[in-house]
């Protein structure tokens, strides 16, 4: 019913920026909530930003506060996540994904759909 495919990933180097984009087909992102988690060997998903899909609220991890922003393009069904000021400790595999619900949550095991991933390195 709903696929998310990630794309813009790639290898950067500190200070840098990439834009990842998330095209979804099915139901559009301003049917549900959704959002950027990411995934670093060894490490667990965690959750990167999300935004709702009436008011376009917005939420950050603290970590990429005032560095990563959160936007979606209704008319493209196409999330994006522009990440700037790249550091090594933001290499990961970034999964976009949504949830039924309207409500941002940062656990991962809330949302019922995700992309295969994208990989983004940072290099120091």
Known sequence: QVHLAESGGGLVQAGGSLRLSCAASGRTFSMFASGWFRQAPGKEREFVSGITPITGSTRYADSVKGRFTISRDNAKNTLYLQMNNLQPEDTAVYYCAARGDGGI????????????????????
Do not use: H, I, K
Not at 108 to 121: E, N, P, S
């Open 105 to 124: 949550v940062t656990l991962a095991t809330f949302y019922d759909y995700w992309g295969q991933g994208t990989q983004v390195t940072v290099s120091p």
